[in-house]
């Protein structure tokens, strides 16, 4: 079933806010809890992550109000995130097929900006990101979901 949540970057207290909002709205953590940037695997061509980010939050996600998916990221400066008032929000949504998503992120990246290519992850998404033409941040997220 498609989804849509809410992406929210912060600086480096996500588990702060989360572990708050967890006991606002109460559930638990969802995809195994607190996944780190430490977890990354090495992966060709990508930098390490800095010592000092290693135990930062790399996603997190609450459900809230019913099934909106509330997520959350830190945004180290030192993987290249540059965080100002605007740009911490992004509309993630997870279509149900891989070409629903890519109908989507063709459109909406339309005259605005790709910040990642679609791609295959290696959480086993195919995941992307852009920008629209009037400022609005947007991920895409696709999982085959084994039935």
């Known amino acids: 079933m498609a989804r849509v949540g809410t992406y929210l970057n912060f600086a480096r207290n996500t588990e702060e806010v989360f572990n708050f909002y967890k006991s606002v709205f109460g559930g638990e953590f969802g995809r195994g809890g607190i996944q780190r940037f430490k977890d990354i695997p090495p992966s060709e061509g990508m930098p390490p992550v ?12 609450l459900k809230i109000c019913g099934d909106h998916l509330l997520m959350g990221t830190d945004a180290p400066e030192s993987m290249g995130f540059k965080l100002n008032f605007g740009n911490n929000v992004h509309i993630n949504l997870e279509p149900d097929t891989k070409a629903e998503t890519k109908r989507l992120f063709t459109a909406l990246s339309a005259s605005g900006n790709v910040t990642m290519e679609l791609q295959d992850t290696f959480w086993g998404a195919y995941y992307g990101s852009c920008t629209d033409k009037y400022g609005v941040q947007w991920m895409f997220n696709f999982e085959e979901k084994s039935l």
Not at 50 to 61: G, T, W
């Open 50 to 61: 800095d010592p000092k980010d290693k135990n930062l939050v790399m996603h997190v996600e």
